[in-house]
């Protein structure tokens, strides 16, 4: 059982460790959520993904550091924009192991309180 509880655990942490910030076909052009000082993964049309930490967010185009680097990005090129969330990924975590922690308690206490005429 701890086997599965783990297995679980791990799954969701794998699919919580990032939120979308921006998507190109839903929020075309709002760059809103974008903060200056946050440390962001872009997907660019055409370009590999990179992780950069916003310096500005200008009219058309978002400046950052990657890699010790000045990037400049422009707004129309940008498809996704993601950002880690550990915080959030951690509560998940910790919130699914004490769930089925909870819940492996709770069966076994059953069993153990049944009478012994009970068969399963």
Same mark, same amino acid.
């Given at each position: 059982?701890?086997?599965?509880?783990?297995? /679980?655990?791990?799954?969701?942490?794998? +699919?919580?460790? #990032?939120? @979308?910030?921006?998507?190109?076909?839903?929020? *075309?052009?709002?760059?809103?959520?974008?903060?200056?000082?946050?440390?962001?993964?872009?997907?660019?049309?055409?370009?590999?993904?990179?992780?950069?930490?916003?310096?500005?967010?200008?009219?058309?185009? /978002?400046?950052?550091?990657?890699?010790? +680097?000045?990037? #400049?990005? @422009?707004?129309?090129?940008?498809?996704?924009? *993601?950002?880690?969330?550990?915080?959030?990924?951690?509560?998940?975590?910790?919130?699914?192991?004490?769930?089925?922690?909870?819940?492996?308690?709770?069966?076994?206490?059953?069993?153990?309180?049944?009478?012994?005429?009970?068969?399963?």
């Amino acid at each position: 059982m701890r086997t599965f509880s783990f297995l /679980i655990a791990l799954l969701i942490l794998l +699919q919580s460790c #990032t939120t @979308t910030i921006y998507r190109n076909n839903l929020n *075309k052009n709002d760059f809103s959520a974008v903060q200056t000082g946050k440390k962001y993964t872009f997907y660019e049309n055409g370009k590999p993904k990179y992780k950069a930490k916003v310096s500005t967010v200008e009219e058309n185009k /978002i400046v950052g550091i990657a890699n010790n +680097q000045e990037v #400049t990005i @422009t707004k129309n090129d940008i498809r996704v924009i *993601k950002k880690n969330n550990p915080g959030g990924t951690t509560a998940i975590v910790v919130g699914s192991v004490a769930g089925m922690t909870a819940f492996v308690a709770l069966i076994v206490s059953l069993v153990n309180s049944s009478p012994d005429y009970y068969y399963y």
